[in-house]
């Protein structure tokens, strides 16, 4: 694990080589944007480290970092009140904590891989900064009803159930991790929260996967990411919940590796 210290804050990031080979040598590197609960640490699972696993099989670099208050990264104090996120947090990150961390890493035109909350802020990034490639899994573009259900559920499951025992694992403030997420997202100014028209922006291929049982989003999450000038590719997996990448493993690899395989 290292530490990067950008301006305001200091994120975990795990550095990913690429492999040896020399006609993989120039490849745009692939950095791992998490969901909203997730971190460096819950990219990992009985199948090993998924990021990994994506740079073998496409000869790649990867970096994999946690967003501020998730994993080891620096928190905030009162993420309830003071420091509480507001609605466009996603843009901010996409916007402003993503490029100081790209700069810092010495990384232009990356391959963008984001997972739920990260997806969403690959595709605002997208929209504003060139990229070789954006992959999305389980995106937000709007709130869905079915959404804020399953969000509902998971403040039960954390308030009264085993969720917070299960996320203490991997993050060293578990509250803040939680409650920032699960704060702003069931609050009122964050029901208007639509990037479709932000999305008409994007240049880059994009490929976008959404499990078919999704419990927070319907299939509308990728088919309306509709690029005015780019390409998009869109798989609906079936057998698949939330998270392609631990529901489809070797189906979603399979999928990401053979969309990269002509992209720089």
């Not at 999305?199 to 499990?211: N, S, T």
Request: with cysteine; net charge negative.
């Amino acid at each position: 694990m290292t530490m990067i210290q950008l301006k305001q804050m200091r994120l975990e990031v795990e550095l990913i080589r690429a492999s040896s080979a020399a006609d993989t040598s120039q490849l745009a590197p692939i950095v791992f944007l998490h969901e909203g609960l997730g971190s460096v640490a819950m990219w990992r699972s009985r199948q090993g480290f998924w990021p990994e696993q994506v740079c073998q099989a496409t000869g790649r670099a990867g970096v994999v970092y946690s967003r501020r208050g998730y994993g080891q990264s620096d928190g905030l104090l009162d993420v309830r009140g003071t420091h509480r996120l507001q609605p466009d947090y996603m843009h901010h990150e996409a916007w402003e904590v993503l490029p100081e961390l790209l700069q810092a890493l010495h990384i232009e035109r990356p391959v963008l891989l984001g997972h739920s909350d990260g997806g969403t802020i690959a595709l605002l990034h997208a929209a504003r900064q060139p990229l070789s490639a954006c992959l999305v899994m389980a995106p937000h573009v709007m709130v869905e009803e079915v959404s804020l259900r399953a969000i509902k559920a998971a403040r039960d499951a954390y308030a009264q159930g085993p969720l917070r025992e299960r996320l203490s694992k991997f993050h060293s403030d578990v509250d803040t991790a939680f409650w920032q997420w699960n704060d702003v997202w069931l609050s009122d100014g964050f029901r208007s929260f639509d990037i479709r028209s932000v999305c008409h922006d994007i240049r880059c291929p994009v490929l976008a996967l959404q499990g078919v049982d999704d419990a927070y989003g319907t299939l509308r999450q990728i088919e309306d990411i509709q690029p005015e000038h780019g390409c998009i590719t869109r798989h609906a997996l079936a057998g698949c919940g939330h998270s392609p990448h631990k529901d489809q493993a070797q189906a979603t690899l399979t999928l990401v590796a053979n969309f990269l395989a002509d992209k720089p």
